[in-house]
């Protein structure tokens, strides 16, 4: 299977930036897309921004332009670079993975980031 443990959330002020990371162990060779979901209380988990084995990505309309995400094939692991952080970004940010030899998705633990205003 695929194990995916998140890092990087924290505590910043509106206009900040955070990076997330997202380790990932097992069969990681299978992974055709990866990225990032995130949810608010009370709402959905929503995808945020992903990235597919080309390295095609796919961005949320309400984080374009302000995150990035990234892969590093050599470390396992993927990034979201947060820019321009603003109040409505505060959420649990959880990594994603879709494996070709698995049915289900893969989610890590989760990653708390709160912007103040």
């Known amino acids: 299977q695929v194990q995916l443990v998140e890092s990087g959330g924290g505590l910043v002020q509106a206009g900040g930036s955070l990076r997330l990371a997202c380790a990932t162990t097992?069969?990681?060779?299978?992974?055709?897309?990866i990225g990032w979901y995130r949810q608010a209380p009370g709402k959905q988990r929503d995808m945020v921004a992903t990235?597919?084995?080309?390295?095609?990505?796919n961005y949320a309309d309400s984080v374009k332009g302000r995150f990035t995400v990234s892969r590093d094939n050599a470390k396992d692991t993927v990034y979201l670079q947060m820019t321009k952080l603003r109040p409505e970004d505060t959420a649990v940010y959880y990594c994603?993975?879709?494996?070709?030899?698995?049915?289900?998705?893969?989610w890590g633990q989760g990653a708390q980031v709160t912007v103040s205003s």
């Open positions: 994603y993975a879709r494996s070709s030899w698995y049915a289900e998705d893969f």
């Open positions: 097992g069969v990681t060779f299978t992974i055709v897309r």
């Open positions: 990235i597919n084995s080309g390295g095609s990505t």
